[in-house]
């Protein structure tokens, strides 16, 4: 009998928890290793943080709706709200580790020390993992494959010496890992410094207690709402394969010219001070329900980026003052770092590393390293690093082969190249992944892309709502490894749940003929049969 191959996962966050479940799927024994004292990663509240981690604020609620931001075969609770709240996020880990029993494989208040190839890995593959215990003690053990699962969001990123003077102001200034509650701002002047949807977000909630804050930015941003037409929520309503596969026919300046209209509809973001030179899909859109209400109402103040602090003011590079600031927070975003992996094996620069499809190390005599979690989608991470550790758990087993070096380094420097021709140049924008494409590409990987031919003949109405409807992480789970049964039902169901936490008044409304035909449905159908074989 052979024995089953012994996996380490480093980090027990959301990315963490799937890569414990997804190689119990594969038969592989996996171990996990974290730092701290609980499971949860970023999503679990502290109120001091631990260090060179990312930290949330009390009243933080997740950009990304539920039935997006779900484990593929374990859909959140249909009584949970539509954007739920860290806690109610850290409910969902809970019910996810106990329904697959993850957390007998979670080893707490372990720091893994390094993680080395051993002497024979050219033919094994293996490696040296050295932790240390809460008590202190060191050990090392023999694993035969390694899924790194610490995020993105590990150091911050605080560049003090882009604001000269601020030695001298004599105000408390931190990062906004720092920030947990706007009472500590009460009756102040605050500046916050960076427009991602952090710093909107605590702009917002400080400028209810504070009595000024100004918001700087260096090049403006796009703000984008969480409820979209009609009251649906934004991702799922924007997020198809029908909507994807327009996307990609339409020329991209006209794409963004009428992306950029719809929300100039919303509130001009040119009166707001806040549009940018940049197109709007150049840059990550910040998301904020309520910032042009606190503009309006004149509690937050759009400023250009700062060019200097004194002991009690802060400069603006239009040459405005402000003055008696009381505290200044840089929402000024993370770098990552793995400390206990050699640079031969991921060398970090800027943000920026050789990793072929954000998981593996292309150079890897053995594949037998992934990285779990290293992207930044334009859309929810849990389903993203889910399909990645499915990926990398059929490779660890050797059920799914990754192709020559020269072709992996070929597609890295691919995504590179799109990456500069698309975003604005900085280190925010090094990890961007469109959530369909990436998810179809790893997918398709392994085999676990959804057949929309096949579909079609098989299930008339289920192909229609795949490819019309939300593309919810269900649809992988719809055919080849790792299908669920439960898949398809989930699929058809996944508006049910998303509106049952918000009907919570029984309202009567008098029943209105459908008048939709069925002849355009059938002929919709077979413009997509059409599509998928010519």
């Given at each position: 009998m052979?024995?089953?191959?012994?996996?380490?996962v480093?980090?027990?966050?959301a990315?963490?928890?799937?890569a414990?479940?997804?190689?119990?799927?594969?038969?592989?024994q996996?171990t996990?290793?974290?730092?701290?004292s609980?499971?949860?990663?970023?999503w679990r509240?502290?109120?001091?943080?631990?260090?060179?981690t990312?930290?949330?604020?009390?009243?933080?609620?997740?950009?990304?709706?539920?039935?997006?931001s779900c484990?593929?075969?374990?859909?959140?609770?249909d009584?949970?709200a539509?954007?739920m709240?860290?806690?109610?996020?850290?409910?969902?880990?809970?019910?996810?580790?106990?329904h697959?029993?993850?957390?007998?494989?979670?080893?707490l208040?372990?720091?893994?020390?390094?993680?080395?190839?051993?002497?024979?890995f050219?033919?094994?593959?293996?490696w040296d993992?050295?932790?240390?215990?809460k008590?202190g003690?060191?050990?090392?053990?023999?694993?035969?494959?390694?899924?790194?699962c610490t995020?993105?969001?590990c150091?911050?990123?605080?560049?003090?010496h882009?604001?000269?003077?601020?030695?001298?102001?004599?105000?408390?200034?931190?990062?906004?890992?720092?920030?947990?509650?706007?009472?500590?701002?009460?009756g102040?002047?605050?500046t916050v410094?960076g427009?991602?949807?952090?710093?909107?977000?605590?702009?917002v909630?400080?400028?209810?207690?504070?009595s000024?804050v100004?918001?700087?930015?260096?090049r403006?941003a796009?703000v984008?709402?969480?409820?979209s037409?009609?009251?649906?929520?934004?991702?799922m309503?924007?997020t198809?394969?029908?909507?994807?596969t327009?996307?990609?026919?339409l020329?991209?300046?006209l794409?963004?010219?009428?992306?950029?209209r719809?929300?100039?509809?919303?509130?001009?973001?040119k009166?707001?001070?806040?549009?940018?030179k940049?197109?709007?899909?150049s840059?990550?859109?910040?998301?904020?329900?309520?910032?042009?209400n606190?503009?309006?109402?004149?509690?937050?103040?759009?400023k250009?980026?700062?060019k200097?602090?004194?002991?009690t003011a802060v400069v603006?590079?239009?040459?405005?003052v402000?003055?008696?600031i009381d505290?200044?927070?840089?929402?000024?975003?993370?770098?990552?770092?793995?400390?206990?992996?050699?640079?031969s094996?991921?060398?970090?620069?800027?943000n920026?590393?050789?990793?072929?499809?954000?998981v593996?190390p292309?150079?890897?005599e053995?594949p037998?390293?992934?990285v779990?979690?290293?992207v930044?989608?334009?859309?929810?991470?849990?389903?993203?690093?889910?399909?990645?550790c499915?990926?990398?758990?059929?490779?660890?087993?050797?059920?799914?082969?990754?192709p020559?070096?020269?072709?992996?380094m070929?597609d890295?420097?691919?995504?590179q190249?799109?990456?500069?021709r698309?975003?604005?140049?900085?280190?925010r924008?090094?990890?961007?992944v469109?959530?369909?494409?990436?998810?179809?590409?790893?997918?398709e990987?392994?085999?676990?892309?959804?057949?929309?031919?096949?579909?079609?003949?098989?299930?008339p109405r289920?192909?229609w709502?795949?490819?019309f409807?939300?593309?919810?992480?269900?649809?992988?789970?719809?055919?080849?490894p790792?299908?669920?049964?439960?898949a398809e039902?989930?699929?058809?169901?996944?508006?049910?749940?998303v509106?049952?936490?918000?009907?919570?008044?029984c309202?009567e409304?008098?029943?209105?003929q459908?008048?939709?035909p069925?002849l355009?449905?059938?002929i919709f159908?077979v413009?997509?049969?059409?599509?998928?074989?010519?």
């Amino acid at each position: 009998m052979t024995m089953a191959k012994k996996v380490a996962v480093i980090g027990a966050g959301a990315s963490g928890l799937c890569a414990i479940k997804c190689c119990l799927d594969e038969g592989l024994q996996p171990t996990c290793f974290e730092r701290s004292s609980d499971f949860g990663g970023l999503w679990r509240f502290k109120e001091t943080p631990d260090l060179n981690t990312a930290s949330i604020y009390k009243s933080l609620i997740i950009n990304t709706s539920k039935e997006m931001s779900c484990f593929s075969d374990f859909p959140v609770p249909d009584d949970y709200a539509i954007y739920m709240h860290h806690s109610k996020i850290m409910q969902y880990f809970r019910k996810y580790a106990k329904h697959f029993g993850l957390q007998k494989y979670i080893q707490l208040e372990t720091n893994v020390c390094s993680v080395k190839k051993r002497p024979d890995f050219l033919t094994t593959g293996q490696w040296d993992v050295t932790i240390k215990n809460k008590k202190g003690e060191q050990k090392t053990d023999i694993f035969d494959a390694v899924l790194v699962c610490t995020g993105h969001h590990c150091d911050p990123y605080l560049p003090l010496h882009m604001f000269p003077g601020i030695e001298k102001f004599k105000g408390p200034y931190f990062h906004s890992r720092d920030y947990k509650s706007p009472l500590d701002f009460e009756g102040k002047r605050v500046t916050v410094i960076g427009l991602g949807s952090s710093g909107g977000d605590l702009s917002v909630e400080i400028s209810r207690t504070a009595s000024q804050v100004f918001l700087s930015t260096r090049r403006g941003a796009w703000v984008i709402n969480r409820v979209s037409d009609n009251g649906y929520p934004l991702d799922m309503s924007s997020t198809s394969r029908f909507s994807n596969t327009i996307n990609h026919l339409l020329p991209h300046s006209l794409l963004c010219s009428l992306l950029e209209r719809k929300l100039n509809k919303r509130f001009n973001h040119k009166n707001y001070g806040l549009q940018p030179k940049h197109r709007i899909l150049s840059q990550q859109i910040t998301v904020n329900d309520e910032l042009p209400n606190r503009i309006i109402s004149g509690t937050i103040l759009i400023k250009p980026n700062v060019k200097e602090f004194t002991e009690t003011a802060v400069v603006f590079e239009d040459g405005t003052v402000e003055e008696n600031i009381d505290a200044a927070i840089f929402a000024t975003g993370y770098t990552f770092s793995y400390p206990f992996l050699e640079a031969s094996i991921i060398d970090v620069r800027s943000n920026n590393t050789n990793l072929y499809k954000y998981v593996f190390p292309p150079h890897l005599e053995q594949p037998t390293l992934a990285v779990i979690g290293l992207v930044q989608p334009v859309g929810a991470i849990m389903p993203v690093s889910e399909m990645q550790c499915r990926w990398a758990a059929r490779v660890f087993k050797g059920l799914v082969k990754l192709p020559s070096v020269s072709s992996m380094m070929e597609d890295i420097a691919k995504k590179q190249d799109n990456l500069s021709r698309r975003y604005v140049c900085t280190q925010r924008h090094t990890l961007q992944v469109d959530y369909i494409n990436y998810m179809d590409e790893i997918a398709e990987a392994f085999g676990a892309k959804p057949k929309m031919l096949e579909l079609f003949y098989r299930n008339p109405r289920l192909a229609w709502k795949v490819f019309f409807d939300s593309c919810t992480p269900y649809q992988y789970r719809l055919t080849g490894p790792g299908k669920w049964s439960g898949a398809e039902k989930a699929v058809m169901t996944q508006w049910d749940r998303v509106f049952k936490a918000t009907m919570t008044r029984c309202v009567e409304v008098e029943k209105q003929q459908k008048t939709f035909p069925v002849l355009l449905m059938l002929i919709f159908m077979v413009l997509m049969i059409a599509f998928f074989v010519f």
